[in-house]
Each structure stands twice: as structure tokens, then as C-alpha cells.
């Protein structure tokens, strides 16, 4: 079905250290990524998007990778910090709709 | 501006009652949505208006779910009669769309009703 594949596993990291979080989409239609972060007790945030166009989109400290052929996505964090403890959701867009994952939850560790 | 308003932040009901959930989206915006946040089903989009038109309702679990938006500044969630199962947050989002049928973009969150259904 139309899905977005994140099974919220937990990622934990130290301070400084790059963080990888990955998602797996399964519509082929979908020509729109976006990447949210949620931190507790708030609602959801905007980080980075990326076309089905492009392969790597940069923002300040985050970067996102399309890969089209195995409909992966993937978030990176450069030098985590711990404000960036939240949990991570990648949204696709079939047809026009958000379709959000499961969410991964990024832990801190000073 | 001060984001998108959602109140109330908290309500707790027992099964049966009426639930009436509200929402005020970012000053200009001309598109709302109404998600809801399990842990088993994640994030769910319920509803979206564009123009204070509801535009797909496909998402609205049944028929004890209703929403209106009567102006641009204002749309009500409501839920009667109220079960234990509706325990979820509820999130409502704006954007403004310029593109007719272009409704991703960067969507804004408010900061959710968290509802308990006993």
C-alpha cells in the first residue's frame, strides 16, 4: 500500500558525532520528501524538503539523500547536538497528501 | 506571528461526550489540516480545507467525526459521541498554497490537543 516505512527504532549518539536516520517510501509517485522534527510535547517542524529531481539537498547541518532506485531517504546530522533529541518523521507525497512515517527517535548523549 | 493556535492543549472526557477541538492557522495562510498522532498509527491526516472548503475528508475515521472551517481564521474538530479509542494528539497545520493542487510544501504545526477518552 501507499506507506512510509519507519518502525521508530531509537538512534543514540554522542555530542559531535554525525547522525545517520534512514526511511524507506514506497510509492513511486511520490515527486516530493520532506523531512519533520518533533520534539516532546510540540508539534511537528520542517527541516529540510527534496524533489524527486535531486539526488542531495543541503541545509545548515543536515543534508538528505534521495535514492529513487531503492526509494530510500535518508537524513544526516552534522555534529549532533543535543538540541537536535527529538523524533525524526519523513514525509512523502503521493497525489498531493503528506504521508508520514512511524518516526525515528534520536537520543544525545552529552 | 504567533504560530498556529490550538486549544484546548489538554482534555480529558469520558466515552460518550461531545469533543470539540479548535484551531487558528497562521494569519494568511489559505489551506488547514487536522492530523492525528497515535503511537500505533503515527501521524494521520483527518481532513484539509483550502479556502475554508473542505477539500478531502478521506481521512475522517467515520461519521462521529466533523470539521468545519466557517472562516479563514478559525476551523473546530469535533467528535460526538467520544470513545476511548479517539485517545490520540490532535494537530491542526497551515500553509499557504499557491499552486492550486500543490498542498505539501512546508506545513505549519501547532502545538496539539492532547485528548484522553475514558
Known amino acids: 500500500g501507499e506507506s512510509v516505512g519507519l518502525h521508530l527504532p531509537t538512534l543514540s549518539v554522542q555530542e559531535g558525532d554525525n547522525s545517520i536516520i534512514n526511511c524507506a517510501y514506497s510509492n513511486s509517485a511520490s515527486d516530493y520528501f520532506i523531512w519533520y522534527k518533533q520534539e516532546s ?46 523524533v525524526y518523521f519523513c514525509a512523502e507525497t503521493p497525489g498531493g497528501k503528506l504521508i508520514f512515517g512511524q518516526g525515528t527517535e534520536l537520543s544525545v548523549k552529552p | 506571528d504567533a504560530g498556529v493556535i490550538q486549544s484546548p492543549r489538554h482534555e480529558v472526557t469520558e466515552m460518550g461526550q461531545e469533543v470539540t477541538l479548535r484551531c487558528k492557522p497562521i494569519s494568511g495562510h489559505n489551506s488547514l489540516f487536522w492530523y492525528r498522532q497515535t503511537m500505533m498509527r503515527g501521524l494521520e491526516l483527518l481532513i484539509y480545507f483550502n479556502n475554508n472548503v473542505p477539500i478531502d475528508d478521506s481521512g475522517m475515521p467515520e461519521d462521529r467525526f466533523s470539521a468545519k472551517m466557517p472562516n ?19 494537530f491542526c497545520a497551515s500553509i499557504l498554497i499557491r499552486v492550486p493542487g500543490q498542498v505539501y510544501n512546508e506545513q505549519f504545526f501547532g502545538p496539539g490537543t492532547r485528548l484522553t477518552v475514558l
Request: glycine share 6%; proline share 6%; charged share 20%.
Open chain 1, 41 to 86: 510535547g510540540k508539534g511537528p517542524q520542517f527541516i529540510i524538503d527534496i524533489r524527486s529531481n535531486m539526488d542531495k539537498r543541503q541545509g545548515q547541518r543536515v543534508t538528505v539523500l534521495l535514492n529513487k532506485t531503492v526509494k530510500h531517504l535518508s537524513l544526516q546530522i552534522a555534529a549532533t547536538q543535543p538540541g537536535d533529541s527529538a
Open chain 2, 72 to 90: 479563514a481564521s478559525f476551523s473546530t474538530l469535533k467528535i460526538q459521541p467520544s470513545e476511548p479509542r479517539d485517545s490520540a494528539v490532535y
